[in-house]
């Protein structure tokens, strides 16, 4: 216990890692839940859809359970995932649209979640704000190396599929569910399976024992999943399937050592028109190539270009993404930034093709 006047009793030490998911973590989790008045759920920057179905889980559990909680987001999320936020975008705070109602809310809240991030970084321009506000801070996370020492509580495990499974758990591990997934919100266990159908590339990667666990028993608690798959990924536009088949058509390189990469500029995303998370996945298939190793797209952005990569299995993504690219993630996904001006000096497509073949060459050759 740590012994800084006024805090309650429950507070621990800001060491709480663990790898597993004890039922008294649980307990301790809804204790302090129970006592809140006001909860703020925060995930990462340019939200995906674990992001999403984590922060909106856990919201929907604790509405349902009678209490006030708003998820609090960085940037907007895509339009390719509203249909998971539904009725509950009422209750999406987006610090880049409402930057002063976002703020008083957060500082007004007495308990902080982070879902699907591993430091208060991830959240951006709110981490600050994360960072001053004294009040109990829990982490439920799958990242790799979590900031353990800026929570309260930590749910922290990197061998699960996704946030949303990791919650799925948690919440199973309550006395509320008791183990019974038809005791979840039946919108709440929707989000979850989303979220972990997402993170798991509907389950092509990064899929466990209890992954196939967490999808059997909500399967058979009636959630319907096929429509989830449908608005998942039956639901693209034109443009976003014109412009894979550009990018893999005349793009991509794939370099001696089995690098592929593609850079999307933004010239080539305006012509398309392409939106915030429309490019979600386009890293993944060239994978599918037998001499890949490892899967590299840089998109355009005005002071940077934002780095996705996927590797396959002896390539660590991980490692490449923190050694090169700013950034981490999972062992074989993970992403990052090079930004104009320092990491490629001129900014230019053709100095970053450059960068990306000599480390990658560099990466695969050290090893
Ligand atoms: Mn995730």
């Known amino acids: 216990m740590t012994g800084r006047a006024g805090t309650p009793s429950y507070r621990t030490a ?3 890692f663990m790898t597993g998911i004890d039922k008294s973590s649980v307990a301790l989790m809804l204790e302090m839940a129970s006592k809140a008045s006001g909860i703020t759920v925060v995930t990462h ?18 509405t349902a359970a ?5 998820i609090v987001l960085n940037d907007r999320y895509p339009d390719s995932l509203s249909f998971m936020a539904g009725e509950d975008a009422e209750s999406i705070l987006v610090y880049e649209d409402e930057p002063e109602k976002t703020a008083g809310t957060v500082r007004k809240s007495d308990l902080v979640f982070c879902l699907d991030m591993n430091s208060f970084g991830r959240a951006e321009k709110l981490e600050g704000l994360l960072r001053e506000k004294d009040c109990p801070k829990i982490l439920i996370d799958h990242h790799l190396n979590p900031d353990t020492g800026s929570f309260d509580l930590v749910f922290s495990k990197t061998d699960i599929s996704s946030t949303s499974e990791l919650l799925y758990h948690i919440l199973m591990a309550a006395p509320e569910t008791g183990g019974d997934a038809r005791r979840l919100p039946v919108k709440c266990a929707e989000a979850l399976l989303t979220g972990m159908t997402t993170d798991t590339n509907n389950f092509s ?3 466990f024992p209890s992954t196939f666990r967490m999808a059997s028993d909500l399967l058979g608690a009636g959630i319907d999943r096929n429509a989830i798959v449908a608005a998942l990924y039956c639901n693209y536009r034109e443009n976003r399937y014109r412009l894979t088949g550009r990018l893999l058509y005349e793009n991509m390189v794939i370099t001696a050592e089995g690098v592929a990469y593609m850079i999307l500029d933004k010239a080539m995303a305006a012509e398309y028109d392409i939106r915030e998370g429309e490019t979600e996945g386009i890293v993944n298939i060239p994978l599918g190539i037998k001499n890949v190793r490892m899967s590299i797209l840089l998109k355009e952005d ?13 390539v660590s993504a991980n490692r490449c993404a923190s050694m090169y690219f700013n950034g981490g993630g999972h062992e074989l996904a993970a992403g990052g930034k090079l930004l104009k001006g320092k990491d490629i000096p001129d900014g230019t497509v053709r100095e970053a093709a450059e960068y990306v073949e000599t480390r990658t060459r560099e990466f695969l050759g050290g090893k």
């Open 14 to 16: 800001r060491h709480g």
């Open 205 to 207: 990667n990064s899929v």
């Open 66 to 70: 009678g209490k006030d909680a708003v």
């Open 302 to 314: 005005e002071d940077r270009f934002r780095v996705s990569v996927r590797s396959k299995e002896g």
């Open 45 to 62: 920057t340019r939200p995906d859809g674990d992001a999403m179905g984590s922060s909106l889980g856990l919201l929907r559990f604790l």
